[in-house]
């Protein structure tokens, strides 16, 4: 009988005591309006279902919660030594720049995993610099300004309306409804709110 295909389902959970659910509701803004309803999912039940998915498929399929501890991720591999690794994990201690660390450790164990390598997944926390090989590459994007200081000159070669996110967060992080920005006044509004707000 032929040996079946080890899978590790990786990710990393580890609320603080003052996270919960009304925590995360907080955070958001005010006048947030969401398209769906949104729902707080049990990471854990998540992974579960997630893992059957792949048992039922015929893979030796099981979860691993890292807890942010990089040995926990080390030992996971060692002792189970999965021949392929479901990556989940998208950061460490809530910050994202660690997530290209842990596929460090992936890529050198030889361990095939899904999503990105260390290296696209570093290069993406910086916008301004991904916008730059895209557009090398002949890839279309929109038009974009880094804004390295509070103000902006009225000069700045782009066309309203404008959208305004920080340069180094993670996905969609500090993108709000103000975001998008109509004139002068509020493009300045906005890029002091970013600078000024830790996200």
């Known amino acids: 009988m032929d040996r079946k295909i080890s899978v590790a389902v990786l990710y990393n959970d580890y609320p603080t005591p003052q996270e919960s659910a009304d925590s995360i509701v907080q955070t958001m803004p005010v006048n947030f309006k969401p398209v769906f309803d949104l729902e707080q999912g049990d990471t854990e039940e998540e992974i579960a279902e997630i893992v059957n998915a792949l048992q039922k498929e015929g893979f030796d399929a099981f979860g691993g919660n890292l807890q942010n501890r990089f040995e926990n991720l080390v030992d996971i591999l060692k002792v189970r030594k999965p021949d392929v690794v479901f990556n989940l994990v998208e950061s460490f201690y809530h ?55 509070k103000s902006v ?30 004139t002068l006044r509020e493009l300045r509004r906005r890029c002091e709110y970013i600078s000024d707000e830790p996200m």
Not at 159 to 169: D, G, N, Q
């Open 95 to 149: 910050s994202p720049l660690k997530e290209m660390m842990v596929t460090g450790v992936y890529e050198m164990l030889g361990i095939p995993y899904t999503g990105s390598p260390p290296l696209t997944l570093g290069v993406c926390q910086r916008k301004g610099l991904t916008k730059q090989i895209l557009l090398a590459n002949g890839i279309p994007t929109p038009r974009f300004k880094l804004v390295v200081h």
């Open 153 to 182: 000159s009225s000069r700045h070669g782009l066309r309203y309306p404008l959208i305004v996110k920080p340069a180094r967060e993670d996905g969609s992080i500090g993108v709000e409804d103000e975001s998008v920005v109509y």
